[in-house]
């Protein structure tokens, strides 16, 4: 009889210590679930659902999440931390991750077409295979970043800081100019967005190595 009421005293007292942790941890990922913003709110080590279209996670904590494969098509992640997040193949067209917070992120195989990078962190990111056409990377920190094979086409690299990245030489030539884009069909924004670039982008492959005591 005491052994029992023993087991049941222990039963109670997990669960009163327990729960609340519990219900902390599941009550901003059921809030991003039914509403779809969760601003400020700490994710670090939560098993995030795939489909985070138009989320609000601006400002929010997923340091070191695995969100790989995931849609974040339109998603504001402005301010947020996102330092050694894994977004391999993540979809992120659209996106706002302005002053976010990427530095040793892996996104690898990752699309951000027409994404807002404007004064990321992505120190030492890698982004092999990631395609940035017209992303917006000004003010951007690039630096010690793996860019292999990365496409940059017409992406803005105004005042963007590339010193010693790997995978390619990036040339910017100012040349100013403003793109106003509006919604399209294959936009699911509910927002005009505007593109302001400050100059074309040409990439070259990295320069050949001279061999030691080899001709000019």
Do not use: Y
Not at 18 to 43: H, I, M, R, V
Not at 55 to 71: E, F, I, K, P
Not at 171 to 177: C, L
């Amino acid at each position: 009889m005491k052994s029992h009421i023993l087991a049941a005293t222990t039963i109670l007292v997990s669960l009163w210590f327990c729960s609340p942790a519990q219900a902390q941890n599941a009550e901003p990922l059921t809030q991003l679930q039914e509403t779809k913003q969760c601003p400020g709110c700490d994710f670090r080590g939560t098993d995030l659902p795939r489909n985070l279209v138009n989320v609000d996670l601006n400002g929010a904590n997923l340091s070191g999440t695995d969100l790989r494969s995931a849609d974040l098509t339109c998603a504001n992640l402005s301010n947020a931390n996102l330092t050694e997040v894994v977004l391999d193949e993540a979809k992120l067209n659209d996106a706002s991750l302005a002053n976010a917070n990427l530095s040793n992120a892996s996104l690898i195989g990752a699309v951000l077409i027409n994404t807002n990078l404007i004064s990321a962190n992505l120190r030492g990111a890698s982004l092999v295979d990631a395609d940035l056409t017209n992303a917006n990377l000004e003010s951007a920190d690039l630096s010690d970043a793996d860019l292999t094979n990365v496409n940059l086409s017409n992406a803005n690299l105004k005042e963007t800081n590339i010193a010693n990245i790997t995978g390619l030489t990036i040339e910017v030539t100012e040349e100013q100019d403003t793109i106003e884009r509006e919604e399209n069909n294959r936009n699911t924004c509910s927002r005009t967005t505007d593109i302001r670039r400050g100059g074309r982008v040409n990439i070259m492959p990295p320069l050949p190595r001279k061999r030691p005591g080899g001709s000019r």
